[in-house]
């Protein structure tokens, strides 16, 4: 039976805020970026063999009909001429990136996926043979694994009925890393009509091995209401392969249904922005009191927190965060506390850092500013916490400053308080976002503004 769409986002978006998610993307996944589907493939193909591509229910089979008419290397070259096309841009991929997915697995030949993480500066590992298998790192670089290879080396991509039969025995590691992933990690199948047999062998053979107690994945399908047969497979996804299936009546919501379980996870996630230097007994404290109130609060309602390391207040917030977590026996701490450091030198630091601050922010939902304050040897010195503030405005996130009192979050508060209009959320809140607000009030008064806005702020 098909999942609700609601059950599918509270689902999916608990997993990935707790565990390693993974995405398979299909040929349908790269077609708003310009590339052809199976069928639009291998239509030109079809019609030289006169073969009606509706009636083609086996895409390799037909790609072994060309190659055995006309010859392997005429089906690549013609392969190579549709899919070997660089500069295309895919908006669905790139919404996905923003979901956060530790690996990539696809089918396709097409470099759309790389480009994508290519264009945000952020280092992938390309796979698309047992070889490569050795460059695989799963803690610094997303890993983007080309099951069917890669239109870079287009003489040994996976492309005919001869390829596929042999495909255990010339991809035989790549398929144990395959399966290893998914007994490790959460699917989400995109653009993936499950009609060959590589990935739900994979499956089957893990739920026989481990008694049908494997994890779910989850798939987009577009729904095919005329096909009387496709509620079967639909429900024998679910029964004997652990896959749930959310079903669409069009592409063009599957993009709509990725943004909106992009902004529920990242609606989760709280950046905090804070530093200070003065040894201030007042301010140590406040930032010692308010830390360990502030990071209770948050965990308490399943809040993630982000943190750059300021200076002192950073320190402290990590600190108690860290305390919370080991005394509640969270063990998967990097997913309840996310430290990013942005730190840099030379002449090109200020830029690296500013960059390093917009990925960051771009992956919350929230942001809370408290003290802060400029180089007073600089004048044209911006403060982090303020450059932080600019970065979260301009990307529309949610603002909460704190005013304290001498500091650029008290700034900010004065500049949100006199913009009000502009944060309509903070409205009925704004007075008592100040340090002397009692703490458990600020706490409460923080965690509702975050609750409120998570279903409402798109």
């Keep these: 039976m098909p999942i609700e769409r609601e059950l599918f986002y509270k689902q999916f978006t608990l997993l990935a805020l707790n565990g390693r998610i993974s995405l398979f993307l299909g040929a349908g996944g790269s ?3 310009g590339y052809p589907s199976w069928k639009e493939l291998f239509t030109p193909l079809a019609d030289e063999l006169e073969i009606n591509i509706d009636d083609v229910n086996d895409y390799y089979k037909l790609a072994q009909y060309y190659a055995n008419n006309f010859g392997t290397a005429e089906l690549r070259k013609r392969i190579n001429e549709s899919i070997n096309k660089s500069n295309f841009h895919s908006t669905l991929i790139n919404d996905l990136i923003n979901i956060g997915f530790t690996n990539t697995w696809t089918t396709n030949f097409d470099n759309t996926i790389e480009n994508a993480y290519l264009k945000r500066e952020i280092l992938i590992n390309k796979v698309f043979s047992d070889y490569d298998l050795s460059n695989v790192d799963l803690n610094n670089r997303i890993n983007i694994f080309k099951l069917n290879g890669d239109i870079t080396n287009i003489e040994n991509i996976v492309a005919t009925q001869d390829d596929y039969e042999k495909y255990a025995e010339t991809h035989k590691l790549l398929l144990t890393f395959f399966k290893r992933e998914l007994i490790s990690s959460t699917f989400l199948f995109i653009g993936y009509s499950f009609t060959d047999y590589v990935v739900l062998d994979c499956l089957s053979e893990i739920a026989r091995y481990l008694d049908g107690s494997t994890n779910f994945h989850y798939a987009i399908l577009k729904d095919r209401p005329n096909d009387k047969t496709f509620k079967y497979f639909v429900d024998d996804l679910e029964r004997r392969y652990h896959v749930r299936v959310l079903l669409v009546r069009s592409y063009p919501t599957i993009p709509k249904i990725i943004n909106e379980l992009k902004r529920r996870i990242q609606a989760k996630r709280v950046f905090i922005s804070g530093s200070f230097s003065e040894h201030s007994v007042n301010i140590e404290n406040y930032s010692h009191t308010f830390s360990d109130a502030l990071c209770t609060g948050l965990y308490k309602h399943d ?39 942005f730190v840099g030198t030379g002449p090109k630091s200020k830029e690296k850092k500013k960059m390093l601050r917009r990925q960051v922010i771009s992956q919350c939902g929230a942001a809370i500013f ?19 503030f600019n970065i979260a405005n301009d990307q529309n996130k949610i603002i909460i400053p704190i005013a304290y009192p001498g500091t650029i979050s008290e700034k900010i508060w004065y500049d949100v308080k006199n913009n009000i ?5 903070l409205e009925k809140e704004i007075n008592f976002l100040q340090s002397t607000t009692p703490l458990n009030e600020l706490i409460n008064i923080i965690v509702h503004i975050l609750n409120a806005t998570s279903k409402t702020h798109h």
């Design 31 to 33: 077609r708003d970026a």
């Design 303 to 341: 809040y993630r927190i982000v943190n750059g390391i300021g200076r002192r207040f950073g320190t402290h917030l990590i600190g108690y965060a860290t305390k919370y977590l080991a005394e509640h026996g969270i063990l998967s701490t990097e997913k309840y506390l996310i430290i990013k450091p």
């Design 370 to 388: 408290l003290f802060g304050e400029q180089d007073k040897n600089s004048l044209n010195s911006l403060s982090g916490v303020l450059e932080e």
């Design 421 to 425: 209009t502009k944060y309509p959320y």
